[in-house]
């Protein structure tokens, strides 16, 4: 089975310092893991994937993710937080060599960002 | 704007009510996906669609819930006597499998009544 554990619910940090959202997965395969953002009323959008190429992967808005297989870590960074950054973030698994080729996206419980001016 | 479109954005309903949602994935996606997300949770899985055959439930999906992909191309997603508990976020996303990732819809909001 795959899952998402999604260690903080609430992070927040001032404008121009780093961000760090934290996320580990299980999985008993070859997982892809992604991150997604949800700004208030507005739909799903992807900021980065990983799918077994880099471990190092760049995303959208200055964010990267490292994959760490050791630690079943996929923590999401930035350099330095914009107001923009505000929004909801999720990790998600998806583990299709465990799900009979379902694609099917396992979401974490989110990571709400606050950005203090 | 993905691509991806939902039908209607929000639907108030009473309880006992059928309701029928629709969703236009982009058209060259061989795969349709269902989820749900209620407040302050992650979307969970419902069901998906490869072209028109439907090849996995949830047990989340209870016997009110149906869901067509007619023609592998646009798919709707009927609850029948609606529940409070129906009350959620219904979210559809699409895929060019395999190892793509998921482009989603801006959700249908249901609040039952």
């Known amino acids: 089975a795959q899952s998402v554990t999604q260690l903080d619910s609430h992070v927040s940090v001032s404008e121009g310092t780093p961000v760090l959202l934290r996320c580990n997965y299980s999985?008993?395969?070859?997982?892809?893991l992604f991150w997604y953002v949800q700004h208030p009323n507005k739909g799903l959008q992807l900021l980065l994937k990983?799918?077994?190429?880099?471990?190092l992967v760049k995303g959208i808005n200055g964010f990267e993710a490292e994959f760490k297989k050791s630690e079943t870590s996929f923590h999401l960074t930035k350099p330095s937080a914009h107001m923009s950054d505000a929004a909801e973030y999720f990790c998600v698994v998806s583990d299709p060599g465990a799900n009979f080729g379902n694609e099917k996206l396992t979401f974490g419980t989110g990571t709400r960002l606050t950005i203090i001016p | 704007d993905t691509g991806v479109s939902q039908d209607p954005r929000h639907k108030i309903t009473k309880r006992g009510q059928n309701v029928t949602f629709r969703c236009d994935p982009i058209?060259?996606?061989?795969?349709l996906y269902w989820y749900r997300q209620t407040l302050g949770q992650g979307p969970e899985f419902l069901t998906y669609f490869q072209n028109e055959a439907q090849l996995e439930k949830s047990r989340l999906l209870s016997d009110r819930f149906s869901a067509e992909r007619p023609k592998g191309s646009f798919s709707t997603l009927e609850i029948q006597r609606t529940e409070q508990g129906d009350s959620a976020m219904y979210l559809c996303a699409s895929i060019k499998s395999p190892r793509s990732e998921q482009y989603f819809g801006p959700g249908t909001r249901l609040t039952v009544t």
């Open positions: 058209s060259e996606h061989n795969r």
């Open positions: 990983y799918t077994s190429a880099a471990t």
């Open positions: 999985s008993s395969y070859s997982p892809s």
